[in-house]
């Protein structure tokens, strides 16, 4: 039918998109140059005084690198300023734990972390040694638990914490700022797959449904075969 136009996936998606990214070009021009303030101080206060346990720091940084793509702020010092917050905040996080983590972790906010979560925290430590604090800052819960854990274990700091804290830092600072950065930039292009982005996944759910529907009817022929074949 001539003149009927539907708007087909592709154009909804990116419609969706245009929308995320006016709502998060919103953030950045309501907050302005106060965004360092805000994403370093939320990178710094997840081990801090763990606010990482219900705030994860890497949400501010990401809007950070979009406002820095859209020239609201500079990459480079959201960058700095990401880092610079991941290892202090952390470094404060270890010498709290070492100066008082047994009375935290026995206090009110150290029950609402709960118990299970130190057990967790004090195992991952245990078998990772000074790598945990660099492998917790995947995880926003150890990110802000491991430090303090590392504190009350007195981990090495100059020797051991310290190192790993710092690689860590860079790693997880200024990586979430550069993704906030790269998902400005590549939005479009992710949009434009993502239309199709359900087929392959229809595809693999399809082969495996035929796989097995193939296998259990070859074993019910081959039991049949079996009970046929006994006097």
């Known amino acids: 039918m001539s003149g009927l136009c ?13 929308r995320v990214l006016e709502y998060l070009r919103g953030i950045g021009e309501s907050v302005g140059p106060w965004l360092y303030v805000i994403a370093g101080g939320l990178a710094f206060a997840e081990a801090a005084v763990l606010v990482g346990v219900v705030l994860p720091g890497e949400t501010a ?7 820095a793509h859209e020239g609201i702020i500079g990459l480079v010092p959201m960058i700095v300023v ?12 270890y010498e709290v734990g070492r100066l008082a983590g047994p009375g935290i972790r026995a206090s009110r906010v150290g029950r609402f972390v709960g118990e ?3 057990k967790e925290t004090e195992d991952f430590l245990n078998r990772h040694g000074g790598k945990a604090v660099l492998l917790g800052r995947g995880v926003a819960l150890l990110r802000a638990l491991v430090p ?3 504190g009350m274990a007195r981990m090495p700091y100059l020797r051991t914490f310290l190192p790993w804290n710092a690689v860590g830092g860079v790693l997880w600072g200024g990586g979430c700022v550069l993704l906030g ?6 939005l ?26 193939t296998r259990r009817r070859k074993r019910n022929r081959t039991s049949g075969t079996e009970e046929a074949s006994q006097p």
């Open 6 to 18: 539907v708007p087909d996936a592709g154009a909804a998606r990116l419609g969706h998109d245009d």
């Open 82 to 93: 990401a880092i610079l917050c991941a290892i202090a905040g952390d470094s404060v996080g």
């Open 188 to 213: 479009e292009t992710v949009a434009r797959y993502l239309a199709w982005g359900p087929v392959p996944i229809v595809v693999v759910v399809a082969g495996v449904l035929v796989w097995r529907e």
């Open 116 to 118: 299970h979560r130190w």
């Open 181 to 186: 950065y790269v998902f400005a930039l590549s």
């Open 61 to 67: 940084l990401l809007v950070a690198g979009f406002a």
């Open 148 to 150: 303090g854990m590392a």
